[in-house]
C-alpha cells in the first residue's frame, strides 16, 4: 500500500470514528436502557462515546505513530486504549461524585456547568499527571506537555458537555410550550363543545316552557304566573353558572326539580316525582344539565306518549369509591337496542369530556325501568362545604 492510500485510509477511519462518537454523544441518554443500574449504565455509555473519539484520534496522534515505531502498532494501541479507559472512568466518576453534592445540584445553570468544567479540568490533570509519572517518572519537559494537554482537552469536553446540556435544555423547554400549547388548546375545545351542549339545551327548556305557558296563559292565568316564577328560577339556575362546567349534585337536583314543577303544573295530577339525596354526596361536582335530560326523557316517553300517570324517581347515593344517580320512572320500557337521543346523548357527551373513562351508564327495565350513572372521580365543591 502506497503513502498516499495509508494516509487516505487513517483520515478515512478517523472521520468514520468521529461521525460515531458524535452520533453516540447525540443519543447518550439512550444508550445501554437495558441496564437498570443507572450509574454502571452511564459508565458503559461514556466509555463507549470516550473510545470512539479517542479511536477517531489515534490515527493521527503523533505519540501514538513515534511508539508504534518503537513498540510494535498493536503494543501502541492497546497501551493507548488502556490510558484511555483508565481517563475515561476516572473523571467521569470523579465529575459523577462532584455532581451528588446537594449544593451544586441546586445551582444555576451557568453555576452548575461552572463547577462541572472545573471539576473536569482537576479530574483531568490529576489522572494525566499520574499517568505520566507512571510511565516517564518526573520529566519535566514531558510533565508539562502532559498538563497542557490535559487542561485543553477537558476544558473542550466540558465546553462539548455544556453545550450539549443546553441544547437538551432548550429542547425540554421547547417541548413543555409545545405541551402547554397543546393542553390550553385541549382546554379551550372542551369548553366550546360543552358550551355547544348548554346553547342547545337552553332554548330547549326555553321552547316547551313558553308553549305550556302560552296554553296555560288561556285557561289558568295563576298556574301560568307560577310557571313562569318556576321559569324564571331555572335560567336563574342556568345564568349564574353560565362560566362553570361543573354543578354540585345538589345544584342540579335542585334545577330538575324546578323543570319538573313546571311539567306538573302543566299535566297536574298526571305527574309525580321524588327525589332522595343523601348527605354525603350532596357536594360533588357532576356536569351541569346532567339530570334534567334524563327527567325530560321520563316526560316525554312516560307522560306525554301514553297520557298515562307517571311517577319518577329520582335517588342519588354513596358508593366506596363513588357516588351513584337513578333516575326511574314507570313508563314504556328501554327498547332492546336503544338509540339515545338528543337528551341522552348530551348526557353522555358531557360525561366524556368532563368524566373520562371514570363513569358507568345503565339502561335497565327490572325490576324497574331506570338509568343508572356511577361516578367514580370524585370532585368536591370545598367552597360549598
Request: charged share 20%; hydrophobic share 50%.
Amino acid at each position: 500500500m502506497s503513502q498516499l492510500q495509508q494516509t487516505i485510509l487513517i483520515v478515512a477511519t478517523s472521520t468514520i470514528m468521529l461521525g460515531v462518537a458524535i452520533y453516540l454523544l447525540s443519543i447518550f441518554n439512550r444508550l445501554f436502557l437495558g441496564i437498570r443500574n443507572i450509574w454502571l449504565r452511564k459508565n458503559l455509555a461514556v466509555l463507549l462515546v470516550g473510545v470512539c473519539f479517542m479511536l477517531s484520534m489515534i490515527a493521527v496522534s503523533t505519540e501514538i505513530v513515534m511508539k508504534a515505531q518503537q513498540k510494535g502498532f498493536l503494543e501502541a494501541f492497546l497501551v493507548q486504549l488502556g490510558q484511555s479507559v483508565i481517563i475515561i472512568l476516572f473523571v467521569f466518576n470523579f465529575v459523577w461524585a462532584v455532581r451528588q453534592i446537594p449544593g451544586v445540584k441546586s445551582m444555576s445553570f451557568v453555576a452548575h456547568h461552572a463547577v462541572i468544567i472545573s471539576s473536569i479540568v482537576v479530574a483531568a490533570l490529576i489522572i494525566y499527571t499520574l499517568i505520566n509519572f507512571l510511565y516517564h517518572g518526573y520529566q519535566f519537559k514531558e510533565l508539562r506537555f502532559t498538563i497542557i494537554f490535559a487542561f485543553y482537552n477537558a476544558l473542550a469536553t466540558g465546553l462539548i458537555y455544556t453545550a450539549v446540556n443546553y441544547v437538551d435544555l432548550d429542547r425540554k423547554r421547547k417541548l413543555n410550550e409545545k405541551e402547554l400549547e397543546v393542553a390550553r388548546l385541549t382546554v379551550l375545545k372542551t369548553k366550546a363543545e360543552l358550551d355547544a351542549l348548554h346553547s342547545k339545551v337552553n332554548p330547549h327548556f326555553l321552547y316547551n316552557a313558553l308553549n305550556s305557558i302560552a296554553d296555560l296563559s288561556i285557561t289558568d292565568g295563576k298556574k301560568a304566573r307560577k310557571m313562569t316564577i318556576a321559569l324564571a328560577d331555572l335560567f336563574r339556575y342556568s345564568i349564574n353558572y353560565s362560566q362553570n362546567n361543573y354543578s354540585t349534585i345538589q345544584d342540579e337536583l335542585e334545577m330538575t326539580e324546578v323543570y319538573l314543577q313546571i311539567e306538573k303544573i302543566r299535566f297536574e295530577d298526571q305527574l309525580n316525582y321524588q327525589i332522595e339525596l343523601e348527605d354525603n354526596p350532596r357536594h360533588y361536582l357532576v356536569p351541569r344539565f346532567l339530570l334534567q335530560p334524563l327527567a325530560e326523557n321520563a316526560v316525554k316517553h312516560g307522560l306525554k306518549i301514553t297520557g298515562k300517570m307517571t311517577e319518577i324517581k329520582i335517588h342519588v347515593s354513596e358508593l366506596e369509591n363513588g357516588f351513584r344517580i337513578v333516575v326511574a320512572d314507570n313508563g314504556p320500557k328501554f327498547p332492546e337496542e336503544l338509540v339515545p337521543g338528543y337528551g341522552v346523548k348530551s348526557v353522555f357527551d358531557k360525561l366524556d369530556l368532563l368524566f373520562p373513562g371514570a363513569y358507568v351508564i345503565r339502561f335497565s327495565n327490572e325490576p324497574t325501568k331506570r338509568v343508572e350513572i356511577d361516578i367514580y372521580k370524585l370532585i368536591k365543591n370545598e367552597p360549598a362545604i
